[in-house]
């Protein structure tokens, strides 16, 4: 996969965390910036790099894939991991 780049104002509107719920199911995911990059924390796993392939797709180096839906000028609404199947996670903060 090929590495991209993204603005350092960029990514802060992609930071913060995401829910994912279905029936008494919940999954929240964290992203956050550090070291001039994002990290994803998934419940009960070790924080991920996401390296960036454009400004709204990633890649972590064990295979998740994520993108963020965002409309213009505005911070990320929603993160899309692609593990098998597409599961969308609402932005809550």
Known sequence: MKK?????????DLTGRYRYTRGTDTLVATVSVDGGGLRIQ???????????????????????????TRESGR????????????????RIE
Do not use: D
């Not at 991209?4 to 802060?12: C, D, F, N, V, Y």
């Not at 998934?42 to 963020?68: C, D, H, I, N, Y």
């Open 75 to 90: 911070p990320a609404s929603e993160l899309v991991l692609h593990v098998g199947e597409t599961v969308r996670l609402r």
């Open 4 to 12: 991209g780049r993204i603005g350092a104002a960029s990514l802060g």
């Open 42 to 68: 998934l419940p009960g796993q070790p924080s991920e790099e996401l390296v960036p392939e454009s400004a709204s797709a990633f890649f972590t180096p064990v295979g998740l894939r994520a993108s963020f």
